[in-house]
């Protein structure tokens, strides 16, 4: 099996790792050339990084990793390479300025996929390299699950077809971390912590319901278990990026919970789903 990894940042070069280490080959195709680099990690040697996506090609399946703002670009110019292999989104977030969710996005940069995934959970990429035990949900049809029995056979995985409700899963906990992460230091205590995050993810599960999402989903790897790694931690982008703005300072690096709050607002006002908490958050840092 040869894998094509789309993406060489944290996440993806996280999952070279996973897949490598499963037997199959990869192709880790990078903006620049280079890699993710985790310290006590060093990526096998049957995972060829490379600038040039015409290696993608021949590749039986693509994991699609590249970050949310830069997916519609991307997902375009490896569309001139694809030829009919599945696509897993590894991708969790949804488009900054449209809020349209990933697979809506890789409909459009490539009409003809078929096949496509979702996969979510709690992972953070530096214990994924280093082998940390880590669950998953896979959502996605018949196909999209035969493959990933083979190439994610070494995290605890969970196979579904609510592709929708894995997907709203990762936007929302995206945008849960970073209310979390700002609540930690605005608020009054744990007791509020704990209430607004409830509050909080109570409106993700109710648009997702809303859009077709299956309930048991949002307590899967997808939901409720990536929503408490990543929605507590200081280790997560999201949670830190809250804190960050809590105290007045600039975030390091890309804010996904801002696009996540973007998305998930359009969402709910086409939906007609009132989800007054996300809507709060989303015109404060929008300001």
Not at 94 to 99: C, I, K, R, T, Y
Not at 119 to 132: I, K, N
Not at 202 to 219: D, H, I, R, S, W
Not at 276 to 283: Q, S
């Amino acid at each position: 099996m040869k894998v094509g990894i789309i993406g060489a940042g944290a996440w993806g070069t996280g999952l070279a790792f996973v897949v490598s280490r499963g037997g199959s080959d990869v192709v880790l195709w990078s903006f620049n050339g280079g890699h993710k680099e985790f310290d006590g990690a060093v990526l096998p040697e049957h995972v060829v990084v490379t600038q040039d996506m015409a290696k993608l090609a021949n590749c039986d399946v693509w994991l699609a990793v590249t970050p949310a703002a830069f997916f519609r670009e991307t997902m375009t110019r490896a569309g001139q390479n694809y030829n009919k292999q599945p696509i897993i989104i590894c991708t969790k977030g949804a488009e900054p300025n449209s809020g349209k969710f990933m697979t809506e996005v890789l409909h459009e940069s490539i009409p003809k996929a078929k096949n496509i995934g979702v996969l979510a959970g709690p992972q953070f990429a530096a214990e994924v390299a280093r082998g940390v035990p880590t669950g998953t949900t896979l959502a996605g049809p018949k196909r999209v699950q035969e493959m990933g029995r083979i190439i994610f056979r070494n995290l605890h995985l969970s196979l579904s077809r609510d592709v929708i409700g894995t997907e709203i899963c990762s936007v929302g906990k995206n945008a849960v971390s970073l209310i979390s992460g700002y609540v930690k230091v605005r608020g009054e205590g744990e007791n509020q912590s704990a209430l607004v995050m409830t509050f909080a993810w109570n409106e993700v599960v109710n648009l997702g319901l809303k859009m077709g999402a299956k309930l048991p989903t949002f307590l899967d790897y997808c939901g409720l278990g990536d929503l408490l790694l990543t929605a507590t931690s200081q280790t997560s982008r999201n949670f830190s990026a809250g804190v960050s703005l809590a105290n007045g300072e600039k975030p390091v690096g890309t804010v996904e919970g801002i696009s996540a709050l973007n998305g998930l607002v359009k969402k709910a006002k086409k939906a007609g789903v009132k989800v007054p908490l996300l809507k709060k958050m989303h015109d404060r840092f929008s300001k």
